[in-house]
C-alpha cells in the first residue's frame, strides 16, 4: 500500500536551513509529483511548491521564491524540501504529499515533520 | 489569490445527523478544480473528494460534493463517529493553490 514518510522532528536557530526528506513507496515515484505544503500553529495550511517525479521539475509559491529548493532522488524513490534563512515564523508542521501529475490535489500526505525555529 | 472562506467554523451535530460544510471562493476557480480533506487529530490530511464532487478511492458514499458559481458545499449524509474531524477545502485552479480555514465538525 502507499506509505509516505517523512523525516524526523527539527529544531534549528534563527537563519540557518533545514532539510526535510519525504520517503515514498507502494507506488511508481516517477509517475507522481510531490507537493509541500506547511501548517504553522493557528494558520491555514500554505502551499510552498511541488516537483514532478519523472523529469524534476518544479515550481515554487512566490511565497517562498528564494528561499525554498525542492529536489528529489528517483533511484530512492524520496523528496526534498530544504528552507533556508529560518526566522521564528517558519516554525510549522511541514507536510509533503503525493499529487497525480497534472492535477493540483493531493491523494496521499505524509504524516507531518515539525520544524521549530527558535534561538 | 484565491481565497477560501469556509463556514461554519465549527459545527455541532450528533451522530446520524447530516451535516453540510460550506466553501466559498473570492473568485471563480477554473474547472471546479476543488478538493475536500478530512483531518483526525493528530493524523495528516485524508483527501475526500477531488473535481468538486468526485469521491477518492475508498471515500464512502455518505461524502458528496457539489458546486455552484463560487459555492461549494461537502455533506456528509450521516454523521458516524469516526466523522468528527477538521475539514478543509482546497482550490487548485489558480497559483497559488490555497485553502480554506477549516470546518470543525464535533459532537453535540
Known amino acids: 500500500q502507499v506509505q509516505v514518510v517523512q523525516s524526523g522532528a527539527e529544531v534549528k536557530k534563527p537563519g540557518a536551513s533545514v532539510k526535510v526528506s519525504c520517503k515514498a513507496s507502494g507506488y511508481t515515484f516517477t509517475d507522481y509529483s510531490v507537493h509541500w505544503v506547511r501548517q504553522a500553529p493557528g494558520q491555514r495550511f500554505e502551499w510552498m511548491g511541488w516537483i514532478r517525479g519523472d523529469n524534476g521539475h518544479t515550481k515554487y509559491s512566490q511565497n517562498f521564491q528564494g528561499r525554498v529548493t525542492l529536489t528529489r532522488d528517483t533511484s530512492a524513490s524520496t523528496a526534498y524540501m530544504e528552507l533556508s534563512s529560518l526566522r521564528s515564523e517558519d516554525t510549522a508542521l511541514y507536510y509533503c504529499a503525493k499529487n497525480p501529475t497534472g492535477t493540483g490535489y493531493y491523494d496521499f500526505w505524509g504524516q507531518g515533520t515539525l520544524v521549530t525555529v527558535s534561538s | 489569490e484565491i481565497v477560501l472562506t469556509q463556514s461554519p467554523g465549527t459545527l455541532s451535530l450528533s451522530p446520524g445527523e447530516r451535516a453540510t460544510l460550506s466553501c466559498r471562493a473570492s473568485?471563480?476557480?477554473?474547472?471546479?478544480?476543488l478538493a475536500w480533506y478530512q483531518q483526525r487529530p493528530g493524523q495528516a490530511p485524508r483527501l475526500l473528494i477531488y473535481?468538486?464532487?468526485t469521491r477518492a478511492t475508498g471515500i464512502p458514499d455518505r461524502f458528496s460534493g457539489s458546486a455552484s458559481g463560487t459555492d461549494f458545499s461537502l455533506t456528509i449524509s450521516g454523521l458516524e463517529p469516526e466523522d468528527f474531524a477538521v475539514y478543509y477545502c482546497?482550490?487548485?485552479?489558480?497559483?497559488?493553490?490555497?485553502f480554506g480555514g477549516g470546518t470543525k465538525v464535533e459532537i453535540k
Open positions: 473568485q471563480t476557480v477554473s474547472s471546479s478544480y
Open positions: 482546497q482550490q487548485y485552479g489558480g497559483s497559488p493553490l490555497t
Open positions: 473535481g468538486a464532487s
